[in-house]
């Protein structure tokens, strides 16, 4: 896939697939929309105290770098577990500015996730572990990973990718759900909605970030 460096409306820069037609955050705004929809709406509500993330789509890696500047300042021992297929290029990062945009330890912070090796649980921060599995969704075995407390769902749209949005998929991650998990998507389409319905959880509409009217949270009842 050859990916194209563009800037959003913050200033901050994501990655397009001419191909695909598709950008790996929103035009609005990239750092905003994670901010939005992932911190705000997912990380932060949750209240486990140590909770375990689990992202689908690593992509550039900006939802990791977000949710590790917010576990570390609010001393939230954090594990992060990200999927991705396709990693972006070590020269494709460097072309994002996301820490340099936030402050000098959030630079560092985003160069120590991408220097991480993959398929190892590492450290990085007193607060925060990741894993990076390099890994097809589609054929993950999740009974490989802990029960999670926040699932990410960052995958390119239901359009793109439809084989990431299966409704056996979302059984699945509520299968390793604990109780009180949540679920965030960018995405508002009323079949993606049903389809965490028929699979257990219970979904609402929220309002979208810049540029999107609505999102949507799930959660694993108790």
Same mark, same amino acid.
């Not at 955050?25 to 140590?50: D, K, M």
């Not at 689990?54 to 999927?83: D, M, P, Q, S, V």
């Not at 059984?171 to 759900?177: D, G, N, V, W, Y």
């Given at each position: 896939m ?13 990655l ?9 955050h929103?035009? =609005?705004?990239?750092?905003t ?5 992932y911190? =705000?709406?997912?990380f ?9 993330v689990l992202e ?12 590790a ?9 954090t594990?992060?577990?990200t999927?991705?297929?396709f ?16 402050s000098e330890?959030?630079?560092k ?9 993959? =398929?190892?649980?590492s ?5 925060f572990d990741?894993?990076?599995?390099k890994t %097809?969704?589609?054929?993950f075995d999740?009974?490989d990973?802990?029960?999670?407390d926040?699932v ?6 239901? %359009?793109k990718?439809?084989?990431?949005? %299966?409704?056996?998929?979302f059984r699945k ?5 604990n109780? =009180?998990a949540n ?5 508002a389409?009323g079949?993606?909605r ?6 257990g ?8 970030p810049?540029?999107k009217r609505q ?8």
């Amino acid at each position: 896939m050859q990916r194209k460096i563009i800037e959003t409306g913050d200033g901050s820069k994501t990655l397009f697939i001419a191909e695909m037609d598709e950008q790996y955050h929103s035009v =609005n705004g990239a750092i905003t929309e994670s901010e939005f929809v992932y911190l =705000n709406n997912g990380f932060r509500h949750n209240q486990a105290p140590n909770p375990i993330v689990l992202e689908i789509g690593f992509g550039t890696g900006l939802n990791a770098l977000l949710t590790a500047i917010e576990a570390e300042k609010t001393h939230r021992k954090t594990t992060y577990i990200t999927l991705e297929k396709f990693p972006v290029k070590p020269e494709e990062i460097q072309q994002l500015n996301y820490g340099s945009l936030i402050s000098e330890q959030a630079e560092k912070i985003y160069s120590a996730l991408h220097k991480k090796e993959w =398929n190892l649980k590492s450290k990085i921060s007193p607060y925060f572990d990741i894993l990076k599995l390099k890994t %097809d969704l589609t054929q993950f075995d999740f009974n490989d990973i802990p029960t999670v407390d926040v699932v990410y769902f960052d995958a390119f749209g239901p %359009d793109k990718q439809p084989e990431m949005w %299966d409704e056996e998929i979302f059984r699945k991650l509520f299968s390793i759900s604990n109780q =009180n998990a949540n679920l965030v998507t960018y995405s508002a389409k009323g079949e993606i909605r049903r389809r965490m319905e028929r699979s257990g959880y219970i979904s609402e509409r929220l309002p979208g970030p810049p540029g999107k009217r609505q999102m949507l949270r799930a959660t694993r009842p108790e």
